[in-house]
């Protein structure tokens, strides 16, 4: 059962728009979120996060918007830069029984074309 | 740079075989994670060490097992290997014990199992 979902497998985009990558998630415990950025042939960078509290977090040209009722949260990238292709992991982290862990979604492969 | 170490890069072996993938974490991070990534599924959690004790279980598989060391150095033993195995495995690492906040991924262990 996918707690976290990812349902774009791939994004592509032009260089100087915008990038919206979204994620579902159906555990109502989760309290905190995460957005990975992934190269090939490398670990996972963390890029924004986001609290449960809060329903918008901006870092630079990275906004990461929460929308708690409808368990969605989106990341928005503006301007998109070729730079900014790479494979975008949504996480979410919760207390399960007396521990935090992170739940990945599948990620979203985004391409941003000059 | 994460500053997390994972060794070897690439292993190669066949099914039935033990293997052994080995991890260091950032300077001062107390906390260890192991992850699974297949062809086809997102990060899968498999296990968290904190300053040497188990804290947390993810789906990871009998004839899977880790420890953390007193140096904090962590191993994932892998037996009986089985084609479905053949995946790769990312260590990370955080400050402290809750999955709140960033996790510090390594760049990975390729397994291929044959």
């Known amino acids: 059962d996918q707690q976290v979902k990812q349902n774009s497998p791939s994004l592509s985009v032009q260089e100087g728009r915008i990038s919206i990558l979204n994620c579902d998630y159906t555990?109502?415990?989760?309290?905190?979120f995460l957005w990975y950025k992934k190269y090939p042939a490398e670990g996972p960078t963390f890029l924004i996060s986001?609290?449960?509290?809060?329903d918008k977090n901006e870092d630079g040209r990275f906004t990461v918007f929460l929308n708690k009722s409808a368990k969605h949260l989106s990341l928005h990238i503006v301007p998109s830069q070729p730079g900014d292709s790479a494979v975008y992991f949504c996480?979410?982290?919760?207390?399960?029984?007396?521990?935090?862990?992170?739940?990945f979604g599948k990620g979203t492969l985004l391409t941003v074309n000059p | 740079d994460s500053g997390v170490t994972q060794t070897p890069k690439h292993l190669i072996t066949a099914t039935g075989q033990r293997v052994t993938l080995r991890c260091s974490p950032r300077?001062?991070?107390?906390?260890v994670y192991w992850y699974q990534q297949s062809l086809d599924q997102g990060l899968q959690f498999l296990i968290q060490?904190?300053?040497?004790?188990?804290?947390a279980k993810g789906n990871i598989l009998e004839r899977f097992s880790a420890q953390q060391f007193p140096d904090l150095h962590s191993e994932l033993n892998l037996s009986s290997l089985e084609l479905g195995d053949s995946a790769l495995y990312f260590c990370?690492?955080?400050?402290?014990?809750?999955?709140?906040?960033?996790?510090?991924f390594g760049p990975g262990t390729r397994l291929t199992v044959l």
């Open positions: 990370a690492s955080s400050v402290g014990l809750a999955g709140m906040g960033e996790q510090f």
């Open positions: 555990n109502s415990m989760f309290d905190y």
């Open positions: 986001i609290s449960s509290i809060k």
């Open positions: 996480a979410a982290s919760g207390l399960g029984g007396s521990n935090y862990k992170l739940t």
């Open positions: 300077s001062g991070d107390l906390s």
């Open positions: 060490y904190y300053n040497g004790e188990e804290r």
